[in-house]
């Protein structure tokens, strides 16, 4: 019944978030498809997200990992450093999306 209680609070107060809203925004927010470059020019596109539709495997991170706190409030073009399982890492910001989440 906890857990019931829980999940039931959790979906009274969820607010949906259409990214769609943001307009041309440089800025990394909720939701945005953030393209990043790696020191080697490796490029990787993340989508920002809440906890529970997290999916690694299609690009899409939660708002509390790591990366996607570095990368919150920076904009194109911006040199970010954080820390990964693997060490400090820096990545360049190359691009900033919002786009419909399907």
Avoid: H
């Avoid at 927010?29 to 299609?58: H, P, Q």
């Avoid at 899409?60 to 073009?77: D, E, M, Q, Y």
Wanted: with cysteine.
């Amino acid at each position: 019944e906890r857990r019931i209680r829980f999940l039931t609070r959790r979906l009274d107060n969820a607010e949906i978030v259409d990214p769609l809203r943001q307009g041309d925004n440089d800025q990394v927010f909720f939701g945005a498809r953030v393209t990043i470059a790696d020191a080697e020019g490796v490029e990787n596109v993340y989508t920002i997200v809440g906890v529970d539709e997290m999916d690694v495997s299609r690009g899409r991170i939660s708002w509390i990992s790591p990366l996607a706190r570095a990368l919150i409030k920076s904009r194109v073009g911006d040199c970010i450093r954080f820390q990964s399982p693997m060490g400090i890492r820096e990545i360049d910001i190359v691009a900033v999306e919002y786009v419909s989440i399907n």
